[in-house]
């Protein structure tokens, strides 16, 4: 059935209940049943009773489909109600339209705001990205600092740990051992000088022709040898000959055994062996020399010897070439050794050669011996500080600090001419708790000299 027919329909069915009639499917339309019913009504008297009973009958069937009241009445109030509703949706409509077009300008200013928020957060992290680049970088960097650091720290910690175990252990050793460094460097000087003195004297008495050194030794020579073993000993040498064997060897064997000595004292005075032979190395052990006297003027002496104990450290690291250093003791002890064997066997003195030859490999053995001891010393000095003991030229023989060789005499009143025999001095921790000044210092080992009236005796018996 089509919209059209369905609206028609309704319609009329409407136009027979208005009639009073109810119109059913397949029923004719209301117009057809009104002039039906007319004619009906005109032509059979009886149909005024039929109509109002049918009026009833509809009356009844229309209640019983639920038409209860005038159903045009209702689709009135329907269509007030609708229009009612219409009339608050078109206010509201218009109430949201205003709202909307009032909240446009802020709808408008939250999306600039929004953009400038945008752009904010955009630069920010980049500025961010930057930041946690340069902060991984620089962490980077810190890293490998302190991975060096840490490296330092460890090396350090081992340098430490091997400083306790040498503090511990010279605290343990026995000063005996010292004294057996210091008689051993002694006994190989004078063993060594013994013996090639009195073999070369005896060979040069046995040659009538100059066979070796033909120089004579200069003026300047003979000064440098004075201040090492004294003006009347090189005197007495100067003035001996090869045919006076005894005498000139033995006087010969002294003036070695003082240049040895002599030598080994200044490796024991140095304040770093290793500083030696080197121009750079002089200036620096005149520097810390000149640092050191202030140092302990000023200063406790535990402290003092800390601060060597340290340097000395430091300086067998920067310095550790010690095999040049002992080279040089040991050329410059060849040097003052020959000069005086020139005084004595005049044209009969070997030559350089010879002369290298035969002290070269001692000499080295006992400056070897010397730097050994020298490192004893220093790494002994925050307990006990030892040094030589080095008598000057015409000072008094006193028995409690010196002693005199084997083939010497004691007198009672007598000066010193030379050292022949390595001395020591020590002050203990108890000696050196002073603030300041020098520290009261005692005799370790008694130094050996040679005396005046021994040379007297000795010159006045050939």
Known sequence: MSPTSTSHSDKDRGAGIRGGYLALDGDPPAS?????????????????????????ALQAFGEFLGFTSDPMAELKADNRRLKAENHDLKAKNSEWWATIQTLKPENYDLKARNSELRATIQALRSQNEHYIKALESREREYNIKLDEKRTQLEQKEVEIAEMKKTLCMYDACSEADITNMVDAINTRAQSFSRNLAGRWIKDASKLSDGGGDQKPVTEEEAASLSGVIGAPLVSTLHNSTPGQTKYAAYFLQVAWRACIVATVTKVLSSFSASLAGTTEGVSLDVKLRDLSS????????????RWRYITHRYLKQVFPDEERAIQFYASEALSHCRTAGRLVLKTRCPDDHVFATSFEMKLKEIMADAVKLLTTFQERWTTTNFEP???????????????VG?????????????????GLLYSGKKAREKTSGEPVKYIFKKVQVFTENNHHKLIAST
């Open 32 to 56: 057809q049943a009104v002039v039906s019913a007319a004619g009906v009504h005109g032509t059979n008297e009886q149909a005024g009773t039929d109509t109002s009973g049918q009026r009833t």
């Open 294 to 305: 202030k140092v302990m003027d000023g200063e406790a002496q535990p402290a003092y010897g």
């Open 389 to 403: 003991y080095t008598p000057h030229r015409g000072d008094q023989f006193l028995t409690d600090r010196m002693e």
């Open 406 to 422: 084997n083939q010497n005499e004691l007198f009672d009143d007598d000066h010193v001419v030379c050292i022949i025999g390595l």
